[in-house]
């Protein structure tokens, strides 16, 4: 028998957007399986950038240019920038941005795409630094580079993809990595990004974005669209999802677990009522307005869909609360 990949297997690699991406693998296999899944699929949503934030300054001073120089040669660090914080965004005009993710938990990630070419900017815990460094010596001699005023450590992948690691600064380390450019263009690339702190991270995303002032108003919406069970905890929604699609699946997720804990009850003591109201609420998120918003933007919808219909046919479904992100 295969042995399973549990999501602690995952959780000790060193690569946490791997993760992610596995994750949201396991998210669409069918539910009757029980993958362990902490948390819902991640899923792109290009959206237009703002050209510049009014309230991330400028940066200041540029990238240190090393031609042939060797890891050895020591660099003088160019003036910090403007700026300050321990998260990074892109500040140039022409680009679009991509996923967007921001929890004190491990950290977060922001991309950005044009044309052909793709930056992306994450930064983790600190304790994840020598880990990261590491695993990316695995690619070979680092060279050194100035980033955002500190020495940091810059790999190529080939021609046209590099990745740079900045030491910690705050709770966080930073990683930068740019594809489809040849290293000139990345290097100035680095010129244009700038410190900023959770707040300043939200000031310069698109208006489609969900702002910490905005966020519980959209969940008081998105709630108001769904059957709850009785007593249900509006509290107990995670509210830290910048990204629609992210908050949704939250949202959602949390609502379904409720009626899936009730269907569970009910069919413990004998509750036929009880059962038959939360398969009815499950059996009607085919119509969610929110699930039906972001059908085409992942799976998420159907990690829903599936979970309820096994509900209708009877079953508890195994590991549910895992599955939906609800622990």
């Not at 892109?90 to 950290?107: A, F, H, I, K, Y």
């Not at 001699?141 to 955002?148: I, Y």
């Not at 519980?216 to 107990?236: E, K, T």
């Not at 992210?246 to 509750?271: N, P, Q, S, Y």
Request: hydrophobic share 40%.
């Amino acid at each position: 028998m295969n042995r399973s990949i549990t999501d602690a297997d995952v959780a000790r690699l060193p690569i946490r957007e791997g993760r992610a991406e596995l994750l949201e693998e396991i998210m669409s296999l069918s539910t009757e399986s029980a993958p362990e899944v902490t948390a819902p699929p991640r899923r792109h949503r290009w959206l237009p950038a703002l050209a510049a934030a009014a309230s991330v300054a400028a940066v200041v001073g540029g990238v240190v240019w090393l031609g042939e120089q060797k890891q050895q040669d020591r660099i003088e660090p160019a003036p910090a920038p403007a700026g300050s914080g321990d998260r990074a965004v892109l500040e140039q005009s022409g680009w679009t941005v991509g996923n967007v993710d921001d929890d004190p938990r491990w950290g977060g990630e922001i991309s950005y795409q044009q044309g052909d070419r793709d930056l992306s900017i994450h930064w983790r815990l600190a304790a994840e630094y020598d880990d990261y460094v590491a695993d990316r010596s695995d690619i070979g001699t680092p060279e050194q580079v100035d980033l955002l005023g500190k020495e940091s450590k810059m790999w190529a992948y080939n021609a046209t993809d590099h990745t740079v690691i900045r030491p910690v600064e705050g709770a966080y380390t930073l990683e930068v990595r740019g594809s489809g450019m040849d290293e000139s263009a990345f290097r100035a690339l680095l010129d244009d990004l700038v410190l900023v702190d959770r707040a300043g991270l939200q000031d310069a995303l698109p208006a489609e974005a969900v702002t910490d002032a905005e966020r519980p108003g959209v969940i008081a919406d998105m709630l108001a669209q769904l059957p709850l069970p009785q007593g249900f905890d509006r509290a107990s929604v995670p509210s830290d999802a910048l990204a629609m699609y992210h908050l949704t699946a939250r949202v959602t997720g949390t609502v379904t677990c409720a009626w899936i804990d009730e269907f569970a009850r009910a069919k413990k003591d004998g509750d036929s009522a009880g059962m038959q109201a939360a398969q009815d609420a499950l059996a009607s998120s085919r119509t969610w307005a929110p699930l039906k918003a972001i059908v085409d933007e992942g799976d998420w919808s159907e990690v829903v869909w599936d979970f309820a219909a096994q509900v209708g046919r009877g079953k508890v479904p195994l590991e549910y609360r895992e599955g939906l992100g609800c622990d």
